[in-house]
C-alpha cells in the first residue's frame, strides 16, 4: 500500500534542519518540499502499527510517541517504514532535547536504506557531529570519510574531515590533509581562502610544527596581508620561530614598522627587549606610543615608571653618543660598532645606525645575520629598499625566515 508525502507531511514536514541550524545540512526529507512530492512504500502491517505513533507526533504528544516506537520499531520490515521511523524518532529527540536519541535516529536513518542521496551529506555531516559531542572520535571519522567518499573531488566534504581531525586533537593527521586539500586546490588553479590558510596555521601551532608554523604565518601575511594576520603572523614567529637570542627585539621592530602592534603585551614586550638591550631612546618611543594610544592600560604604572628611567638615560647616553661612533668606526672593535648602531638605530639615526652596522661587518662581526639584520632594519627604515633589501639577503641561518618577513613587508610598500 502505498501512503503518499501528504499524508505524512504534517508529521514529517516540521524541519529538523530548524533543530539543527546550527549545522550546515540536515536530513532533506525533513526540509520543506522543494521537490515532487515523495512516495512512501508502507506494508498494511506497518500502516497500521505505525498509525498510533503518527498520530502522537501529530498532536506533539511526544510521550505517547516514545510509548509507541517499540512496536513501530517491530512492525517496520521495510526500507521506508524504517525511514518514517526513524523520522519520527528524530522528532523526538528534537522536541525533548535528547541528543542520544538523536544520534540514533540519526544512525537509523542512515541505515535505513530509505534517505535519499542528496540527504547522506546531511546525515553524515550530523552524525559525525553528535558522535564527537559524544566522546566517539572514530565513530565521527568514520562518517567524515564516509562524506568525503560521496565526493571525492569536493575540498569541503575532505576539509570537514580534516576538521574531525583538528577536534580529536590529531595535529599531524588534521595537517596532512590539509596540505591534501591544499595541493588537490593548487592543481586545479584554485586560490587558496584565507579561512583555510587560517586553519592550517593554527593546526601547525597548535601542534607545536615550528618550521611549518612559520612558513605558514609567512604565505598567509603574503596572500592577505591585513593588520591582524602580520601581528598574529609575526607573534606566532617569536613563539615558534627559533629565529635566535635577540630575535625578538627585531620582531618587535617589524611589527611597529608594518602597523600592527595592538595589543598591550606587544608594547610592553618591546619596550623589555629595547631595555635590555640599552637602547633608550626606542623604549621612549614606544612606551609614549602605547600610553598615547592607550593601549597600556594594565601595566600603566610599569610603563611610565620604566619611561622614567629611560628619559634618565637619555639624558646621561645622548650626548656622548656622538663621541662614541667616531670611536667606534676608528677603532677595530666590532662589537662597540654593532652596540654603537643599536644605539643610534634607538634614536631613529638610521643613516647614522647604517653606517656603524657596515663598519661592525667589516671589522670582521662575530654574529653577521646579526649585523645584516640591523642593517638592513635601519636601511628599511630611512628609505633606502634596494640596499635593504641586498642586507636581508645576506642574512643566513636561524634569522633568515625573519629576514624573509622584512622582504615581504618591503615589497608591499609603494
Do not use: C
Request: glycine share 8%.
Amino acid at each position: 500500500m502505498r501512503i503518499s508525502r501528504a499524508v505524512l507531511a504534517a508529521l514529517l514536514a516540521t524541519s529538523a534542519s530548524a533543530a539543527f541550524a546550527q549545522q550546515p545540512a540536515a536530513p532533506a526529507a525533513t526540509q520543506a518540499p522543494a521537490q515532487p512530492e515523495r512516495q512512501y512504500n508502507l506494508s498494511r502491517g506497518e500502516r497500521t502499527a505505525l498509525q498510533p505513533m503518527l498520530q502522537a507526533v501529530a498532536a506533539s504528544d511526544w510521550a505517547a510517541a516514545t510509548a509507541a516506537l517499540p512496536a513501530a520499531d517491530a512492525a517496520a520490515q521495510g526500507a521506508d517504514a524504517k525511514y518514517v521511523v526513524a523520522q519520527v524518532r528524530l522528532r523526538i529527540g528534537l522536541n525533548t532535547n535528547d541528543a542520544a536519541l538523536q544520534a540514533r535516529a540519526i544512525d537509523d536513518l542512515i541505515a535505513s536504506g530509505g534517505a535519499l542521496p542528496a540527504e547522506m551529506p546531511g546525515l553524515l555531516e550530523n552524525q559525525a557531529r553528535l558522535a564527537r559531542a559524544a566522546g566517539d572520535i572514530a565513530k565521527a571519522d568514520r562518517a567524515l570519510a564516509q562524506l568525503a567518499a560521496l565526493n571525492p573531488n569536493d575540498p569541503n566534504a575532505r576539509l570537514r574531515v580534516a576538521q574531525g581531525r583538528v577536534a580529536a586533537q590529531d595535529w599531524a593527521g588534521a595537517h596532512q590533509l590539509y596540505r591534501e586539500i591544499f595541493q588537490a586546490e593548487q592543481q586545479a588553479g584554485r586560490p587558496i581562502s584565507e579561512e583555510w590558510r587560517k586553519q592550517i596555521l593554527t593546526v601547525a601551532y597548535r601542534g607545536r610544527m615550528g618550521p611549518q608554523a612559520v612558513t605558514y604565518a609567512r604565505e598567509l601575511v603574503a596572500a592577505f596581508p591585513t593588520l591582524p594576520n602580520w601581528h598574529d603572523a609575526l607573534v606566532i614567529f617569536g613563539e615558534l620561530g627559533n629565529a635566535g637570542d635577540g630575535a625578538k627585539l627585531d620582531i618587535y621592530r617589524l611589527m611597529r614598522a608594518a602597523g600592527a602592534m595592538s595589543a598591550e603585551r606587544d608594547y610592553v614586550d618591546y619596550a623589555d627587549a629595547a631595555m635590555g638591550g640599552h637602547m633608550y631612546g626606542e623604549v621612549k618611543a614606544v612606551l609614549e606610543e602605547g600610553l598615547a594610544r592607550n593601549a597600556i592600560a594594565t601595566n600603566a604604572a610599569w610603563a611610565r615608571e620604566r619611561l622614567a628611567t629611560a628619559n634618565q638615560r637619555i639624558a646621561s647616553d645622548r650626548p656622548t653618543l656622538a663621541g662614541e661612533r667616531r670611536t667606534a668606526l676608528a677603532g677595530s672593535d666590532s662589537i662597540a660598532a654593532l652596540r654603537t648602531g643599536d644605539a643610534h638605530f634607538s634614536y631613529g639615526q638610521y643613516a647614522e645606525a647604517a653606517e656603524l652596522y657596515r663598519a661592525a661587518l667589516q671589522k670582521g662581526a662575530a654574529d653577521a645575520n646579526l649585523a645584516n639584520m640591523r642593517l638592513g632594519e635601519a636601511l628599511a627604515l630611512g628609505g633606502q629598499r634596494a640596499e635593504a633589501e641586498a642586507a636581508f639577503r645576506a642574512v643566513t641561518g636561524p634569522r633568515a625566515e625573519l629576514a624573509q618577513l622584512w622582504l615581504l613587508w618591503l615589497s608591499r610598500r609603494g
